[in-house]
């Protein structure tokens, strides 16, 4: 189990269950009754992701991180590329049963881009966007079919996922300080985007502020860290705030709409993760 864990990145699935929670809230669509098992299709999703990772790495990974589960024998390539693909049927199948069609409509072009990212995308030039648009679709799948409405929110995530995949490159030889910039550039635009426009009320205005506050303010100075020397160590730490920070970014967004209590809760999953982190980690 420990094995299918690292496999999966598991605890890191904390940081995507507020994808949906931030697209409900945008878009005017609040979670209620099965729709409040739309979070749990995102986790299928990110743990499919995460599979199909490790097997279209397996290669590389005996050369740069023998320690992972393939390489190190613990587990097969075909049982990780089998684990894919049950979790992406699960996705599939919570998000017909929590969304219906139109959650549905989101969710396959999202299972499309999973698969697209990590078995064409990674490590091009397009990777960056392929993640960025699992993000972005995956924020869409809680809009309830008002996509529109919910678009901002899927931007400042995309922006941001766009940002933390291109400085995650650099994570076993070490980075640019030009990609790292223009990780700090995205957390600033994602910031701005989620406390700009319309807010259920000031007091939700102030709590989003507060929220944005901990994410540019973390994720920033381990991105401005990268930047000045972008070591691999260092860029390791941008890259793991920058997945630690989609939580208060989500909780922002989440907040300015109306849904201050929920992004509460949201955010008590932060420390859990970093707490995770030390035992299984989310790279």
């Known amino acids: ?21 931030a697209g409900a809230a945008a878009s005017g669509s609040p979670l209620r009754g099965r729709r409040w098992t739309l979070p749990l299709a995102s986790v299928a999703f990110y743990w499919a992701g995460m599979a199909l990772n490790d097997w279209a790495d397996r290669e590389l990974d005996a050369v740069e991180r023998p320690e992972r589960p393939i390489p190190s024998g613990r587990l097969s390539a075909g ?8 979790l992406t049927a699960a996705g599939l199948g919570i998000a017909r049963f ?10 396959l072009p999202l299972a499309a881009a999973v698969w697209a990212y990590d078995t064409k995308l990674k490590g091009t030039a397009a990777g960056p966007c392929g993640m960025a648009a699992c993000r972005a679709l995956d924020v869409l799948l809680g809009a309830g079919g008002r996509w ?19 400085v995650s490159a650099g994570e076993v030889h070490g980075g640019s300080p030009s990609t790292a910039g223009t990780a700090l550039a995205g957390t600033a635009v994602a910031t701005a ?11 939700h205005r102030l709590a989003a502020a507060g929220f944005a506050g901990g994410f540019a303010t973390t994720v920033g100075t381990a991105q401005y860290a990268a930047m000045e020397r972008p070591s691999a160590g260092r860029v390791r730490t941008a890259t793991m705030a920058g997945i630690h920070g989609m939580v208060p970014l989500q909780a922002a967004l989440a907040a300015r709409h109306g849904a201050t ?5 949201l955010a008590t999953a932060l420390p859990l993760a970093r707490k995770l982190a030390k035992k299984v980690s989310p790279t």
């Open 98 to 107: 929590g969304g219906g069609q139109s959650a549905l409509r989101v969710a």
């Open 148 to 166: 529109r409405d919910a678009a901002p929110a899927a931007v400042a995530l995309a922006v941001h996922t766009h940002g933390v995949t291109a």
């Open 261 to 265: 209590r929920v992004a509460a809760v």
């Open 193 to 203: 985007v989620s406390v700009s426009g319309r807010s259920a009320g000031p007091g």
């Open 79 to 86: 049982a990780a590329l089998a684990t894919g693909g049950a």
């Open 1 to 21: 189990m420990r094995a299918v864990a690292e496999l999966v990145r598991a605890p890191a699935a904390l940081t995507v269950l507020g994808d949906t929670i």
